[in-house]
Every structure is written in structure tokens, then in C-alpha cells.
T-cell receptor, first 115, second 113 residues
């Protein structure tokens, strides 16, 4: 079964600090890797999408990396803001996901940014 | 937000009653999906549609049915709600299946008592 594992489960940081969230996956065949931000009570919103050939992608203060050889990705948040408090979900897209569908979701990392 | 509307946003229902959740899109995307989100799990696929009247089962389809009679509407029905179906349900849409962006609705919080 395809799997996406995220760590840590939760994280508390002070406003202005940086943090890095991790994602490991065992998904085959691999198509692309996505990071989503999910605010409490809302649906996930895409931050980045990376294909096999991309190893870094930025979206403002968010920078995602992908190592397709080790099947690892990270999401780095720079100069955190209170509005960054959310769950961050790593999602791997597969050309064939079977009954799981083409999008395989991690359980998310819950980030809390404190003043 | 992409043009996706889920209704209702919140619902409390009794065990054994039928429930229908609606997803409406204004983007004319071909693919529509229903997921459920539960503590300790990633989003899990219930059913998806790849066109009008074309649907397929996902990982957790037992107890659910779907219908898509128009491009813009995708309905999820719980034939006889059970407490295990208490969850937050998300609809998603995408133009393609793999290499295109997926957009999510705001979610429907369903409580079965």
C-alpha cells in the first residue's frame, strides 16, 4: 500500500523563527509531490507542486525540497507568522493509486506559531 | 477560493437516517472527489467521478453512494448513517487526474448521533 509519513506530528515555534517539516513516502509510480496548508475549519490549499525533476520550489516564505532518490521532502517556513498556524499536509500523486486514488495524503503536521 | 461550494457545512443526524451532501463547482472541471478526514488519518478517498454519470469507488466506499448527473454537481449519500460515519467530508475538483492542481471545498462536518 502506498504511504506518506510526516514528522513531527505537531510543532510549536515562536513568531519570527524558522521551521522545517518532513515527509517520507513510499508511493509508486511517483508523479509529483505537493504540500498543502489547511487552516482550522477549512479545506486544504496548495502551496507547492514538485515533479520528479524539481528539487526545490518556493512560494513566498515557504520552500519545499524533494529528494526523489531517498523519497524524502521537506517544507521550510522562514520568519514564521501567526497566520502560519495550520496543519501542513504532504501529498504524493501517483499515476496509479488504486482504491486510494491518485493522491496519497500524509496525516499532516500541526504547526502552532506563538507570539 | 476555487469555485467549490459544499452544502450543508454542518449537519447532525440520527443513526439509520439517509443523508446527502452536495458539492457544487463553477470551474467546469472534469474530476470530482469525495474524501473524509478523521483524526489520526490522512484524507481518505470515498468515491470519485471522471465525468457525468462516471464514478468509481475509493478506499473507504462502504456505506456511501454517489451520483453525478451534471458536470457541476457531485452528491454523496449515506444510505443509512452510522456513528462511524461521523467525520469531516471534503469535496475536491481537478481538471485532470494526476498532473493538475486539486482544489478543495470548505468541508462538511457531519455528526451521527
Amino acid at each position: 500500500k502506498n504511504q506518506v509519513e510526516q514528522s513531527p506530528q505537531s510543532l510549536i515555534i515562536l513568531e519570527g523563527k524558522n521551521c522545517t517539516l518532513q515527509c517520507n513516502y513510499t508511493v509508486s509510480p511517483f508523479s509529483n509531490l505537493r504540500w498543502y496548508k489547511q487552516d482550522t475549519g477549512r479545506g486544504p490549499v496548495s502551496l507547492t507542486i514538485m515533479t520528479f525533476s524539481e528539487n526545490t520550489k518556493s512560494n513566498g516564505r515557504y520552500t519545499a525540497t524533494l529528494d526523489a532518490d531517498t523519497k524524502q521532502s521537506s517544507l521550510h517556513i522562514t520568519a514564521s507568522q501567526l497566520s502560519d498556524s495550520a496543519s501542513y499536509i504532504c501529498v504524493v500523486s501517483s499515476d496509479y493509486g488504486g482504491s486510494q486514488g491518485n493522491l496519497i495524503f500524509g496525516k499532516g503536521t500541526k504547526l502552532s506559531v506563538k507570539p | 477560493d476555487a469555485g467549490i461550494t459544499q452544502s450543508p457545512r454542518h449537519k447532525v443526524t440520527e443513526t439509520g437516517t439517509p443523508v446527502t451532501l452536495r458539492c457544487h463547482q463553477t470551474e467546469n472541471h472534469r474530476y470530482m472527489y469525495w474524501y473524509r478526514q478523521d483524526p489520526g488519518h490522512g484524507l481518505r478517498l470515498i468515491h470519485y467521478s471522471y465525468g457525468v454519470k462516471d464514478t468509481d469507488k475509493g478506499e473507504v466506499s462502504d456505506g456511501y453512494s454517489v451520483s453525478r448527473s451534471k458536470t457541476e454537481d457531485f452528491l454523496l449519500t449515506l444510505e443509512s448513517a452510522t456513528s462511524s460515519q461521523t467525520s469531516v467530508y471534503f469535496c475536491a475538483i481537478s481538471e485532470g487526474q494526476v498532473n493538475t492542481e486539486a482544489f478543495f471545498g470548505q468541508g462538511t462536518r457531519l455528526t451521527v448521533v
